[in-house]
Every structure is written in structure tokens, then in C-alpha cells.
């Protein structure tokens, strides 16, 4: 059974930076996509960014020049680095690991960007 940790999340100011970070472990299965979802409260859930085995990109516009999603395929490791932060981005993140047949979610970690 396949297994996400993330970890990274906290409190930061209206511009400043956060990196998060989704390890997969406990699956003899290929990933195909890893991404970050997030959902606010009374809001739908929202695909940030994703990113395949062959490293393409692909993000939501709301973070399009902000944010840079990357994969370390050697360690099943995703990363999201967050910068120039908005209130706006305030959400629960969710990891998430595609396979063939089946997508894995991380428990979710809480980023908070207020003064």
C-alpha cells in the first residue's frame, strides 16, 4: 500500500517562502504524476500543480511565476516551493501520487500566510 508524508507547513508572512515536501514509500508500483492539491474552508478543492515521471509541469494559474513543483523519482519525493506568499494561498495541501490504477493522498499540511 502506497504511503505520502508531507511536512513544511506553518505560518508565514504575505511574501515570504515555503517549501513542501510529499515522500511516497510502500509501493512496488511506477508513479506516473505527483501534484499538490489544496482546499480552503467552503471552497473546492484545487489541483496547484502537478508533475509527471518525465518531468513535465503543469500549474494552476492563480500561482503560475510563484510556485515550482519538482520530483526527486530516485527518493518518490515531490516538492512545492512557495514564494512571494498571498493570503489568498491560505489552505490545507494536499500530496497526491497517480499510478496506473490508483491515486494516493498525503494526509494534508495547513500553510497559513497572514501579518
Known amino acids: 500500500q502506497l504511503q505520502l508524508v508531507e511536512s513544511g507547513g506553518g505560518l508565514v508572512q504575505p511574501g515570504g517562502s515555503l517549501r513542501l515536501s510529499c515522500a511516497a514509500s510502500?509501493?512496488?508500483?511506477?508513479?506516473?504524476?505527483m501534484g499538490w492539491y489544496r482546499q480552503a474552508p467552503g471552497k473546492q478543492r484545487e489541483l496547484v500543480a502537478s508533475i509527471t515521471r518525465s518531468g513535465y509541469r503543469d500549474y494552476v494559474d492563480s500561482v503560475k511565476g510563484r510556485f515550482t513543483i519538482s520530483r526527486d523519482n530516485a527518493k518518490n519525493t515531490v516538492y512545492l516551493q512557495m514564494n512571494s506568499l498571498k493570503p489568498d494561498d491560505t489552505a490545507v495541501y494536499y500530496c497526491?501520487?497517480?499510478?496506473?490504477?490508483?491515486?494516493?493522498w498525503g494526509q494534508g499540511t495547513q500553510v497559513t500566510v497572514s501579518s
Open positions: 497526491s501520487a497517480a499510478r496506473a490504477a490508483s491515486t494516493t
Open positions: 510502500g509501493s512496488g508500483f511506477s508513479i506516473h504524476v
